[in-house]
């Protein structure tokens, strides 16, 4: 049997902004190092509102501060329905990657884009990577309750219906 060698240039990093992502994260860089390949970071809004307080915690204090002034008008426009833009999120992760690359001097990585985007997040995931020509998908994947049993986790929904290789994450115990 030959192995063919694998080509991995492009990686699209999906985030929850959950600590599992942040852990996936790590394998996301790490790949992209090992392979010199660029990032897309991806997060999926469902609800604004649920996710405000892991944004906070991804920046120091007086970073989320900042973000927060700058875009509270957009931020309202979000959360009222008006806008389909998400500035305030993705400034976050744009921020986010910026320090994890001046924390990481050893592990250089490149982000190609950071994607904010509305609407189902494994359907989103799976045409984003394809849009963008992604080699590999890398996403956080949590436990398993009885809920996401029946009706099925996003990791596995991406998983199953995905025609890149998806690198799933769990957070160490």
Request: with cysteine; aromatic share 6%.
């Amino acid at each position: 049997m030959k192995i063919a060698p694998v080509q991995i240039k492009k990686i699209l990093y999906s985030t929850d902004l959950s600590d599992t992502a942040l852990h996936a994260f790590s394998y996301a860089v790490n790949l992209a190092t090992l392979f010199n390949a660029n990032i897309t970071i991806l997060h999926v809004i469902e609800d604004y509102e649920m996710i405000e307080p892991q944004l906070s915690g991804l920046l120091q204090e007086e970073q989320w501060k900042a973000i927060q002034e700058r875009y509270i008008k957009e931020a309202r426009q979000t959360l009222t329905g008006k806008s389909r833009e998400n500035i305030i999120v993705k400034e976050a992760l744009t921020q986010f990657t910026a320090n994890v690359q001046a924390e990481g001097q050893n592990q250089p990585f490149e982000t190609d884009d950071v994607l904010v985007l509305f609407g189902d997040p494994a359907k989103k995931i799976i045409e984003t990577a394809k849009e963008q020509n992604c080699d590999l998908i890398v996403m956080g994947t949590h436990g398993h309750s009885l809920i996401e049993n029946i009706l099925g986790t996003t990791a596995q929904k991406v998983t199953r219906n995905s025609k890149i290789p998806v690198l799933s994450v769990r957070l160490k115990e």
